[in-house]
C-alpha cells in the first residue's frame, strides 16, 4: 500500500511540473521559463524535476507537448470517432471533420506556442513527428480502413496513405503557425486537405 501510496505521489508530482510547464511555455515560449520558474510554479524542489525529467528543460518540452497532442486525440476520439456509428456516416467525412478540427486548433495561441513553434524547434522535426503519430496516426489508419471496408475509399495501402496523409496535416499545422496571416493560411490548408481527402472516394 505504501509503495502504491508513494507512486502516486511521484505521478501527482510529475503531473504538476507539466502542467506548470504547459501553462508557462504556452503563454511566455520555451526560451522564455527558467526551470527555476517552473519548479515554483509547481511547488517542488529542482531536485523533484530532475528526478522525473533527468535531461532538464528539454525533456520536460518533450512531455508537454506529448501530453498536448494525448490530450488532443483522446478528445478527438471521444467527440468525433464515436459519430461513425450514426446511421450511414461516410469515414471519410469523418475524417474530414477530425481535419478540419486539427487545423481550427492550430489557431489557438497556446497551441501555436508549444506544438508548431517550441517543440519541432527543440525537439527537432523528427522527434516532433514520431510524438504526433505515436498519438494520432492509429486514428488515421482506422479511419482509413473503415472506408476502405465501406466501399467509400478506394483501395490503396492504409500505413502509406496513412503516414502520407499525417505528413501533409502536420505540414499544414506548421505552414499556419508559421504564417503572417493564420486565419487564411488555415482556410487554405483545410481546402487543400479536403481536396486530398476527395481524392481518395470511389
Known sequence: MEEETRGDRAEATR???IDS???????????????????????VTK???????????????????????ADFSQMLTDEILPTLGEGDIDPLDVMDQAIGVTLDASLDPELQQIVLIDA?????????????DEHSLGLVK??????SQSGSMRPLPT??????LMAALSQSML???????KAAAKEEATETMKALID???T
Open 175 to 181: 505552414m499556419v503557425g508559421q504564417a503572417e496571416d
Open 199 to 201: 481524392g481518395l472516394r
Open 15 to 17: 503531473r504538476d511540473l
Open 47 to 69: 531536485g523533484a524535476l530532475y528526478h522525473h525529467f533527468p535531461g532538464g528543460k528539454k525533456d520536460l518540452m518533450e512531455a508537454v507537448y506529448a501530453q498536448v497532442e
Open 142 to 147: 482506422g479511419l482509413l480502413l473503415a472506408g
Open 21 to 43: 510547464a504547459h501553462r508557462l511555455f504556452g503563454s511566455r515560449g520555451y526560451a522564455n521559463v527558467s526551470l527555476n520558474e517552473v519548479v515554483e510554479a509547481s511547488g
Open 120 to 132: 519541432p524547434s527543440v525537439l527537432g522535426w523528427k522527434r516532433w513527428r514520431e510524438i504526433a
Open 159 to 164: 500505413d502509406t496513405l496513412a503516414n502520407l
